[in-house]
């Protein structure tokens, strides 16, 4: 009897341990096939997202002004099978140089950044320290003693930025005041200053206006310019049908609208698919005289910041 006793009970240990087994087993499994859907999905809002670009090259070469996508800032919306892509076309004469602003212009863009005040002037100065020819800190600036002092083990080029990237380099430009930057900024204009009418509604209200940045909508706009979705939706159906074939370069496309004098722009297209799984690339292009290939592409990066998502509240709401 009471060998029959320890046999069920092994028996029993037997059972509940081929059940945790199972269970685990199961969960793993469960979590995996999560892993792999959300992989999936991504690689497809990655490739929507790069398709995006294509879409905007076509539509930026567009001879109908009406139907020709430019280079404002405005965001356009279309969809594909079950994807939601959104593209951004910025002139990059409609931003500011870091290689040639003054310091009253960068302190203009910095004073709305999420950063206290002090740490604004001393950015702004430091930016110049590092670009200019000499080691003579500015007042509020930064050189090698300043680098050393905060214990880092480089010192200012003294020569232009050689990429947007190098910005973080800088005496206080953290990660977070850089993803706040980035849209804003560019080393392709070769301008002290900014083309209002290339830059985005975000950057030309923080240059225009002195009014506190957080207590108001970024417009940057007229009343009757407000009225108009931040969004602006498209369809090739609604757009006449078809997208734009071959490109022929016309001898006043340069001044056309849409197409920056400077030849660069950035091109930023994000796509949202399933519940909410977005991705997003961001591509750095330049006009040619090619017919063949009217843009070349100088940058092309994935997205991985979320801080100036195209699918952003605010990006719908100003």
């Known amino acids: 009897m009471r060998q029959k006793g320890l046999a069920l009970v092994l028996v029993l240990w037997v059972l509940t341990l081929l059940t945790i087994m199972a269970g685990s087993f199961a969960l793993s499994m469960r979590r995996e096939s999560s892993i792999m859907f959300g992989m999936k999905t991504r690689a497809e809002a990655q490739a929507f997202a790069e398709a995006g670009i294509a879409v905007a090259e076509l539509m930026m070469l567009e001879e109908d002004p009406l139907k020709r996508w430019d280079a404002d800032g405005q965001i356009y919306e279309f969809s594909f099978d079950e994807a939601v892509i959104r593209v951004r076309i910025l002139a990059e004469n409609g931003k500011v140089d870091i290689n040639r602003a003054e310091l009253d212009l960068l302190l203009k863009l910095l004073r709305y950044a999420p950063v206290e005040v002090d740490r604004q002037t001393r950015v702004a100065n430091a930016i110049i320290d590092w670009r200019d020819q000499d080691d003579d800190t500015r007042e509020d600036g930064a050189e090698k003693k300043e680098y050393q002092a905060a214990g880092l083990r480089y010192a200012p080029r003294n020569q232009a930025f050689q990429s947007l990237e190098e910005l973080q380099m800088v005496l206080g430009v953290d990660a977070v005041l850089y993803d706040w930057l980035e849209p804003f900024i560019t ?55 078809e997208m734009p074939g071959e490109f022929e370069m016309q001898e006043d496309d340069q001044a056309q609208p849409g197409r920056s004098a400077s030849g660069a722009l950035t091109i930023v297209s994000e796509a949202m698919v399933g519940e909410g799984v977005t991705a997003g690339v961001k591509v750095l292009v330049r006009r040619s005289s090619n017919p063949g290939q009217p843009f070349s592409v100088a940058r092309w990066q994935p997205i991985h910041s979320k801080v100036h998502s195209l699918f952003a509240y605010e990006m719908e709401n100003y």
């Not at 080393?187 to 225009?208: F, N, P, T, W």
């Not at 969004?231 to 049908?241: D, H, L």
């Open 187 to 241: 080393i392709e204009s070769g301008q002290a200053g900014v083309d209002l009418d290339k830059a985005s509604a975000e950057l030309r209200y923080m240059l225009e206006n002195e009014d506190n940045f957080a207590a108001k909508p970024i417009t940057g706009r007229s009343d009757a310019e407000n009225a108009v979705p931040r969004v602006r939706a498209f369809s090739p159906t609604e757009q006449g049908g």
